[in-house]
């Protein structure tokens, strides 16, 4: 008996030594708009895999400057396709480890339910707004395809004057939500998240008026070796992943 109780708590010494060596930190940086999609993933990320998941989030110019910089991220999550390309091809992230994991929608939205209502274009036009905010069209893809629609619509010489920038489209989300700007060109998945619950008005800009947003995920170089960056690239593919992500609004590839 004593020799069966001794042979049973040496096995479970190593199943919990084995458990603990493979339990990893994930340090994943995420582009701004997709942090609340991701967070919302990570909720429903298996627990007794015991991996712990570290976030930061930015405009993607700005996280694939710092990743370039030495910045000790495991994983990106881009809002476009071009970085994690670029990092591919200066030997920063894993050959072969990218794919889409969503395709973005950019819309107008104001926090005033009566703000946006029929035609965009009268709306933007009309000019009963002081601010309209966009993010950075130099760092964040949103920013961009926010410049490319007013473009578009033959509205940014126009509209100049009136433009405020946040860093990324996290910061542009919140001047529209704060009303410090009563418009402005943000990612739907932030006019959809459950905090915002539906709230404000919205316009959600065709496709065509600007590039597509396919967002690419990347395994960085950093975290080759780790199993719970892997795990956690893999769970984002699956279907769970897949049904939050259209709840939030996103496309799928």
Known sequence: MFLRVQTFALMFFFYVCLTTAAAEEVRVAVAANFLSTLNEIITNFPADMGHTIVVSSGSSGKLYAQIKNGAPFDVLFSADAERPQQLEKE?????????????????????????????????LSDGHFDHLAIANPKTAPYGRAAEQTLKKMGLWESLKDRIVQGENIGQAFQFVYSKNA??????????????????????????????????????????????????????????????IIERFGYGLP
Do not use: I
């Open 182 to 243: 009563q418009l402005g060109f943000v990612a739907l998945s932030q006019a959809l998240d459950p905090k915002t619950n539906g709230s404000g008005s919205r316009w959600d800009v065709p496709t065509s008026f600007h590039d597509s947003l396919e967002q690419e995920a990347v395994l960085l170089m950093r975290g080759k070796n780790n199993a719970g960056a892997k795990a956690f690239l893999n769970y984002v593919k699956g279907d769970k992943s897949k049904a």
């Open 91 to 123: 030997g920063l992230a894993v050959k072969g480890s990218r794919f889409v994991y969503s395709v973005g929608r950019l819309t107008l939205w104001s926090s005033d339910s009566n703000m946006v209502h029929g035609d965009a274009q009268r709306v």
